[in-house]
């Protein structure tokens, strides 16, 4: 079954940048989206960037356009995304998670009650 392992998180300050990868292992063909969310302490989860799996197209949030990338890796069976986070803010602190969806639809879904499978989260400090 596929499992999601985030990692990459740390303590940098603000104008640093971090790169956040998600272990993909068990890769399902059944998972349309995948996508990377954010929650800070006492706020609700919130969609960092998606990408759909069936057509490439990616989504960021407004609050990251422009700061954040996405990139894959792929191995024989294990599959790799990557967050990069250039001129981190202090608003950008929160643990991050990385989402699977299964899903034969070529869109992503936004809201984190659509994600089936979730990583244990990185935790992203900027000060």
């Known amino acids: 079954h596929v499992q999601l392992v985030e990692s990459g998180g740390g303590s940098v300050q603000a104008g640093g940048s971090l790169r956040l990868s998600c272990e993909t292992s068990?890769?399902?063909?059944?998972?349309?989206?995948m996508a990377w969310f954010c929650q800070a302490p006492g706020k609700e989860r919130e969609g960092v960037v998606y990408i759909s799996l069936r057509n490439g197209n990616e989504y960021f949030a407004d609050f990251v356009k422009g700061r954040f990338a996405l990139s894959q890796d792929n191995a024989e069976n294990t599959a790799y995304l990557h967050v990069q986070m250039n001129s981190l803010k202090p608003e950008d602190t929160a643990m991050y998670y990385c989402a699977a969806r299964f899903s034969a639809w070529a869109g992503c879904l936004r809201r984190p009650s659509e994600y089936d499978i979730w990583g244990q989260g990185t935790q992203v400090t900027v000060s």
């Open positions: 068990g890769v399902d063909l059944n998972i349309g989206c």
